[in-house]
């Protein structure tokens, strides 16, 4: 399983459309100005990188941003704020403000191994996907079986319902949430590619970055983007 992604700046030209191309610029430079001529061409291209990005945008498939031209005007404006680099955990000048003060992993002690080999390449805003080495059907139906257990044993502390983000999918909710970021949501899974969203403490958002388990979403900078990112989607 593999998810479409295209170089936004591939442009594959056959042996008839290569000449036609050529003929197209010499006549338009015979016709036009060289200058006016310049334009068209650097137009063309604009409108050729927008299309193959259009074209990557929709290829994501569903998630909270509307498939349509309107939702990709708005992710292309979100694209201006998004993190320059996912894999840095983010700088936290109010530490004594968080609670609880410490991370949930480092509280129960537990090990979590380094990943072994490269990252899995990931692509998008909202929807936000995984492209490559997706995780197996059994690990999928295992990961959705133990949320769905979660709520069961502990009703009072945790829900399943659909995904406040994503709009659809299996997300598990806190009933009384310290971060009621989304109505509480907690984790929500993707059935496209079988991976997931967390909403982490940012202790263990920066044990799994230096282990190579996650990166952070695109806007994962709290206040404002966050507000923004629920409603475009």
Not at 14 to 29: D, K, Q, V
Not at 41 to 51: D, P
Not at 210 to 219: D, K, M, N
């Given at each position: 399983m593999?998810?479409?992604?295209?170089?936004?700046?591939?442009?594959t030209?056959?042996?008839?459309?290569?000449?036609?191309t050529?003929?197209?610029?010499?006549?338009?430079?015979?016709?036009l100005?060289p200058?006016?001529t310049c334009i068209?061409?650097?137009?063309?291209t604009l409108s050729?990188?927008i299309?193959?990005?259009?074209?990557?945008?929709?290829?994501?498939?569903?998630g909270?941003t509307?498939?349509?031209f309107?939702?990709y005007l708005?992710?292309t404006?979100l694209?201006?704020?998004?993190?320059?680099d996912?894999?840095?955990?983010?700088?936290?000048f109010?530490k004594?403000?968080i609670y609880?003060?410490?991370?949930?992993?480092?509280?129960?002690?537990?090990?979590?191994?380094e990943?072994q080999?490269p990252?899995p390449?990931?692509?998008g805003?909202?929807p936000q996907?995984?492209?490559d080495?997706?995780g197996s059907?059994e690990?999928?139906?295992a990961?959705?079986?133990?949320?769905?257990?979660?709520a069961?044993r502990?009703p009072?502390?945790?829900r399943?319902?659909t995904?406040?983000?994503?709009k659809?999918g299996?997300a598990l909710f806190?009933?009384?949430p310290?971060n009621a970021?989304?109505r509480g949501?907690?984790?929500?899974v993707h059935?496209?590619d079988?991976s997931m969203?967390?909403?982490?403490h940012?202790d263990?958002a920066?044990?799994?970055?230096?282990r190579g388990w996650g990166?952070?979403?695109?806007l994962?900078?709290g206040g404002?983007y966050v507000a923004?990112?629920?409603?475009?989607?």
């Amino acid at each position: 399983m593999s998810l479409i992604q295209h170089d936004v700046l591939q442009v594959t030209l056959n042996g008839p459309a290569l000449l036609l191309t050529i003929i197209a610029i010499i006549t338009s430079i015979q016709i036009l100005q060289p200058s006016l001529t310049c334009i068209l061409l650097a137009l063309s291209t604009l409108s050729w990188i927008i299309h193959n990005d259009y074209i990557n945008f929709i290829n994501l498939g569903p998630g909270g941003t509307p498939a349509t031209f309107f939702g990709y005007l708005k992710i292309t404006i979100l694209r201006l704020f998004a993190l320059s680099d996912p894999y840095k955990p983010a700088n936290i000048f109010q530490k004594d403000q968080i609670y609880p003060a410490t991370g949930y992993y480092q509280q129960v002690h537990s090990r979590l191994p380094e990943r072994q080999g490269p990252r899995p390449k990931i692509a998008g805003i909202a929807p936000q996907r995984q492209l490559d080495q997706p995780g197996s059907c059994e690990m999928y139906h295992a990961l959705r079986t133990s949320l769905e257990n979660l709520a069961i044993r502990h009703p009072e502390s945790f829900r399943i319902a659909t995904s406040c983000f994503e709009k659809k999918g299996l997300a598990l909710f806190a009933k009384n949430p310290i971060n009621a970021t989304c109505r509480g949501e907690i984790v929500h899974v993707h059935h496209s590619d079988r991976s997931m969203h967390m909403n982490l403490h940012p202790d263990d958002a920066k044990l799994i970055l230096e282990r190579g388990w996650g990166e952070r979403h695109p806007l994962a900078r709290g206040g404002w983007y966050v507000a923004h990112l629920i409603s475009s989607q």
